[in-house]
């Protein structure tokens, strides 16, 4: 066995592999965009325009908030507990409650 097939063998698996990585990473961002949009639509349904425009106002801000709100309202409008469409003053009190659950509170000691 030359030393060059070797090589070549052992080149080909390392592209193998990476090739496989990356089609792996594009399978879950396609799969992350379909529940992104899906979520999208979902929110679409259930609050009124002002709301929602206030909930991407909130994503540019705490995307982290926004992610929690968002999953928040789905839960709510999916068990019956709001009625539907949320409007923008409702959206406002279940924010205040998820924003006093996700809060963080920092305390520095001088």
């Not at 063998?9 to 592999?17: A, D, G, Q, S, V």
């Not at 990585?21 to 002002?50: F, H, N, S």
């Not at 409007?87 to 205040?96: F, Q, S």
Request: hydrophobic share 40%.
């Amino acid at each position: 066995m030359s030393e060059g097939s070797f090589e070549d063998r052992e080149l080909e698996e390392i592209r193998r592999k990476k090739l496989e990585e990356l089609q792996k990473k594009a399978e879950l961002e396609r799969q992350a965009q379909i529940v992104a949009a899906q979520r999208r639509i979902a929110l679409k349904k259930i609050l009124t325009p002002e709301a929602l425009a206030r909930l991407d106002n909130i994503r540019v801000v705490r995307p982290e908030l926004a992610e929690a709100l968002e999953q928040q309202l789905i839960n709510l409008a999916a068990t019956g507990r709001v009625r539907v469409p949320i409007d923008e003053e409702t959206l406002k009190k279940i924010l205040e409650a998820v924003y006093s659950q996700t809060r963080r509170e920092y305390r520095f000691r001088l």
